[in-house]
């Protein structure tokens, strides 16, 4: 029983011990191809975002004009006591 139980922890730390360093080398062309991806992930959202500006656009509108419309935005103008 004593022996399986100093088994385990022998073999992780025979495991971290034998493992050679892994010799690697980073070229340019590697950095490179991760500016291309971030370059790439913001043109996405740029042209992502032109394409549902409008109706972005149109959605900020509706709000607006629905709150313009509530009764309790107009009188708050009118009497001078809104924030807005």
Do not use: C, N
Not at 1 to 23: D, E, G
Not at 34 to 54: C, D, E, K, N, T
Request: hydrophobic share 45%; aromatic share 14%; charged share 15%.
């Amino acid at each position: 029983m004593r022996k399986s139980t100093l088994l385990l922890p022998a073999l992780i730390l025979s495991y971290f011990v034998v493992i050679a360093p892994a010799a690697a080398y980073l070229d340019p062309g590697t950095m490179m191809t991760f500016i291309q991806l971030l370059v790439g992930a913001l043109a996405g959202a740029f042209v992502a975002l032109g394409l549902y500006w409008y109706q972005f656009k149109s959605f900020v509108g509706r709000l607006s004009r629905r709150r313009q419309d509530s009764g309790f935005h107009r009188q708050d103008q009118e009497d001078g006591t809104g924030d807005g």
